[in-house]
């Protein structure tokens, strides 16, 4: 049994997450913002704790993650706000990553998106260029840290059931993958050490996702 604290509790991807952690009986903790969630986060089988990551100090969320032994961070500031985009996917992500260093958390979790690099090429007048930019720098922050670290890089989103099956290092062109399955696959790479130190990008395909994971 592991204890796994998911930080953005509430998004679609963390429920589903909580509850395939939470079945295989990991210990689960979700941070969530706002306390009306914590129904939502307890029927997936998660603990629920409230704590805004956007407005803690790196200190404070240290606080919150000790005692656990493993982050995933699935957390976003959803878009529309070039401010709280940054504050969110890019400062408060990095603060998490020097917070679960301060509590001796070893391994990390980062749910990303396929195509998160430094030369993203999304031009400055798009309206996914913050989140572009700050989900760069949080993956190129959590990648020179000293933590067991793992970067998923899924597909564009889909809300359709999973399928247990995906394709690691796709071709280019744009596929998608069910927020479902982005979950079994941040399950399945707690479980897998092999994950560690990787940057795994993934679609929807046709091989089981341990073995995608393997390859």
């Keep these: 049994m592991a204890r796994v604290v998911v930080i953005g509790g509430h998004g679609k991807v963390a429920l589903h997450l909580e509850r395939i952690l939470s079945e295989r009986g990991d210990e689960v ?5 706002n306390p009306e969630h914590a129904a939502d986060v307890e029927a997936a089988g998660a603990a629920a704790t409230v704590a805004d990551v956007e407005n803690m100090t790196t200190e404070q969320i240290a606080d919150v993650l000790r005692g656990q032994d493993a982050v995933v961070w699935s957390a976003g500031a959803g878009g529309g706000d070039p401010a709280r985009t940054y504050a969110v996917d890019r400062d408060a992500a990095i603060r ?7 509590a001796g958390i070893r391994r990390y979790v980062m749910v990303s998106y396929l195509g998160a690099r430094p030369d993203h090429g999304v031009p ?18 959590l990648r020179a840290t000293d933590l067991d670290w793992t970067v998923l890089g899924p597909g564009a989103l889909t809300l359709d059931p999973g399928t247990g099956l995906v394709e690691v290092s796709p071709t280019p062109d744009a596929k998608s993958v069910p927020r479902e399955d982005v979950a079994a696959v941040a399950a399945a790479a707690l479980a897998d050490p092999t994950t560690v130190r990787r940057t795994i990008p993934f679609t929807s395909g046709t091989t089981p996702i341990v073995d995608a994971l393997r390859g």
Excluded: Q, V
């Design 124 to 141: 400055e007048d798009n309206s996914f260029f913050a989140y572009a930019e700050a989900k760069a720098a949080a993956d190129e922050h």
């Design 29 to 33: 903790t979700a941070l969530i913002r």
């Design 96 to 102: 998490s990553m020097d917070a679960a260093a301060s």
